[in-house]
């Protein structure tokens, strides 16, 4: 948040630098909103765009808030997000993890949290998915992203190997304007327990498995679009089984400075409770 205070401060004290450093370049929409783990992209799908608006000769930067409901949990995530020169995206995200009853159920106590920090980056290395409409060539972009949960006890006595991990990925993006139509589709290396909310390995695999995660959305207009989502996940605790996530979600960009998204998503299984989903909604604003 510092970080944030910064560039509010910028902008207010030197005008012309701020409207020079954070020129909202790019097509409204085209950076995405704050996908849960805090990278530009869709809720569950990280997208090869880099977030923000900032264009190749500028910045851009946004806050983001997160809440799902669900079945027997919920789950928060809030974070911020810095985009540089349309090449270089720069992510923190905290997320809160509310076990509601079940967590009395386990022993835990009602209501035990589960808490991670996410500390990201992503590199576009080719491609533009907005510019280049001329060529069937997406926007290509590399990321990882390094997360810390806070309950390394927990998580081992619940089979995890890890209370630390790290995610790699490869990403695809290509928005076809003509068709308003935006296609993204990424392979994740991950170890990960719900997205590293129990941890990371487990009792029963402890290896990095690669994981999809595919996004389609149709623009309605330049403000509003809809779409689906689908991110499959690694089984590696003996507990539970976990299976695939997916959503569907409507997104209205107010502006450049601030969008809202709503939708329903399905995360499964979590621990001894299936049918884990809700109502996700997500807010975010940005310079």
Do not use: C
């Not at 009853?101 to 500390?119: C, K």
């Not at 994981?211 to 089984?235: D, I, M, N």
């Not at 409507?250 to 998503?265: G, R």
């Amino acid at each position: 948040m510092r970080f944030l205070t910064f560039l509010t401060l910028l902008s207010l004290s030197s005008p012309v630098l701020a409207d020079e450093l954070f020129d909202s370049g790019k097509l409204l929409a085209t950076g995405g909103v704050s996908q849960v783990e805090g990278a530009g992209g869709g809720g569950l799908a990280s997208w090869a765009m880099i977030t923000g608006y900032g264009s190749r000769d500028g910045v851009g930067a946004n806050v983001h808030y997160t809440v799902l409901p669900l079945t027997n949990y919920s789950l928060q995530s809030a974070g911020i997000a810095v985009g540089l020169f349309d090449r270089l995206e720069l992510s923190y995200a905290w997320q809160g993890f509310d076990t509601q009853n079940v967590g009395a159920l386990l022993g835990l106590g009602q209501g035990f949290p589960f808490h991670q920090n996410i500390f990201g980056a992503k590199l576009k290395l080719l491609g533009d998915a907005v510019y280049e409409q001329d060529s069937w060539l997406p926007e290509i972009s590399i990321g990882l992203q390094h997360k810390e949960n806070d309950r390394g006890a927990i998580i081992a006595a619940l089979g995890g190997k890890n209370s630390v991990g790290t995610d790699y990925y490869i990403t695809a993006s290509k928005l076809f304007l003509a068709q308003s139509i935006l296609l993204n589709t990424t392979l994740r290396q991950t170890k990960a327990n719900q997205f590293g909310l129990l941890g990371f390995g487990g009792d029963k695999h402890n290896d990095y498995s690669s994981q999809f995660e595919g996004s389609a959305s149709y623009l309605f207009s330049r403000r509003f679009t809809v779409g689906a989502e689908l991110r499959t996940r690694p089984s590696n605790l003996g507990i539970a089984h976990e299976g695939a996530a997916w959503d569907i979600f409507a997104a209205y960009f107010i502006n450049k400075n601030l969008s809202v998204t709503a939708a329903y998503a399905d995360l499964g299984n979590i621990a001894i409770r299936g049918g884990q989903h809700g109502a996700y909604l997500s807010l975010q604003a940005g310079l």
